[in-house]
């Protein structure tokens, strides 16, 4: 069960439930890639060097399990909500840490987006409220439509 609907209240509505972008797995995915050139040149060598081939692929393709494991726990246990009366932010699981802001505290919401941002629809969020804001929300999907739906209102 998602955490927001723990602490949602009877009377507010959902406009918006985002998350990370798949992007967060690129590490892995550089990882993999590595991996597999591992096999390839393992494929075209001989002796003690096919051997030291093969090991490095296998380093490499368990380092890009584990970095994927990681990258995937990380974008399941991240919310982020925005209904008709705040912005829910959560982060972990069993140690968890939220973020709320009433829409009503918002002064703006800035969205920056890189090349890679603009191709792949993420970027980082940063919403800025009286008194105080949030760190940035970093490789949030769809970023505009975050901002739209605090925005709106």
Same mark, same amino acid.
């Given at each position: 069960m998602a955490y927001y609907t723990k602490v949602i209240q009877p009377d507010e509505n959902v406009r918006y439930v $985002? $998350? @990370?972008?798949?992007? /967060?797995? %690129?590490?892995? /995915?550089l990882l993999a890639v590595v991996a597999v050139a591992a096999l390839i040149v393992c494929l075209g060598v001989s002796g003690d060097q096919q051997f030291l081939a093969l090991i490095a692929a296998g380093l490499f393709l368990l380092l890009a399990a584990v970095s994927f494991l990681g990258a995937w726990f990380v974008r399941i246990t991240t919310e982020i909500v925005v209904n008709d009366r705040r912005i829910i932010h959560k982060v972990g699981w069993i140690a968890r840490r939220t973020e709320e802001m009433n829409i009503t505290k918002v002064e703006t919401v800035d969205v920056s987006q890189g090349i890679g941002g603009r191709i792949f629809n993420y970027g980082t969020v940063a919403i800025r409220g009286i008194g105080g804001g949030w760190e940035p929300l970093r490789r949030v999907g769809s970023p @505009?439509?975050? %901002?739209n739906a605090i925005v709106v209102g």
């Open positions: $985002g $998350g @990370l972008h798949w992007t /967060i797995y %690129r590490n892995a /995915i @505009l439509e975050l %901002r």
